[in-house]
């Protein structure tokens, strides 16, 4: 069964700095990974969609990179920014499957 | 575009009660799927509808149905409800044949609070 593990729970950081999110996933046949925000209450906003036979994603100031082999990936925030303060949910699509597997998430907050 | 969007923005119910929540997908989309959201946790799975047929399940029981329409709007009905139903309930759509190699798109959501 496919697990994912995001680490850490909760950050905070000062604004300006740049951050690092980390998922993990124990079953490496996936098609995809995404990372998603969420915002208190709110559904979910899709950032960045790596393919499996991708290492990284860019936008703007979020960089992810998958590496399928080891089980992990990673967000990078470069910047922060109040604004980017939300919750934010890597989930992966394994082969065989129809659906999202989600992490439990890394509340972010910036502070000013 | 229009995009996933989902009604009631909130519901109260009470234990026993049965609830219909709707679901309209992305224009262009044949695919929806429903996710469970409970406080402090990640989504997961209830179901998914590709073309008016469930086309894959989670693990949630048979009191968890749903439907989808010609025009790929859905529904997501629970009957018997319980306390630990209270959760965000989202709404995703994609594209393609099964949906899972698509960008899913999600609603803002349904947050059921049971009483």
């Known amino acids: 069964k496919q697990e994912v593990t995001q680490i850490p729970a909760a950050l905070s950081v000062p604004e300006g700095e740049n951050l690092v999110l980390n998922c993990s996933f124990t079953?490496?046949?996936?098609?995809?990974l995404q990372w998603f925000r969420q915002d208190p209450g709110k559904g979910l906003t899709s950032l960045l969609l790596i393919q499996s036979s991708q290492r990284e994603q860019t936008s703007g100031r979020l960089n992810a990179s998958l590496d399928k082999s080891s089980g992990r990936s990673t967000l990078y925030i470069a910047a922060s920014q109040p604004g980017d303060s939300a919750t934010y949910l890597c989930?992966?699509?394994?082969?065989?499957?129809?659906?999202?597997?989600f992490g439990t998430g890394t509340r972010l907050t910036v502070i000013p | 575009e229009t995009g996933v969007t989902q009604s009631p923005t909130h519901l109260i119910k009470t234990r026993g009660q049965q609830v219909t929540l709707r679901c309209s997908s992305q224009s262009g989309h044949n695919t929806v799927s429903w996710y469970q959201q409970a406080l402090g946790q990640g989504p997961q799975f209830i179901f998914q509808?590709?073309?008016?047929?469930?086309?894959g399940r989670g693990n949630f029981p048979p009191r968890f149905s749903g439907l989808q329409f010609p025009n790929y709007s859905s529904e997501l009905n629970v009957n018997a409800l319980e306390l630990d139903d209270s959760a965000l309930y989202l709404c995703?759509?994609?594209?393609?044949?099964?949906?899972?190699?698509?960008?899913?798109?999600f609603g803002p959501g349904t947050r059921l609070l049971v009483l």
């Open positions: 509808y590709y073309r008016e047929e469930e086309n």
């Open positions: 995703a759509s994609s594209a393609g044949t099964s949906g899972a190699q698509e960008t899913q798109y």
């Open positions: 989930a992966v699509f394994i082969i065989g499957a129809n659906n999202l597997f």
């Open positions: 079953d490496s046949a996936i098609y995809n």
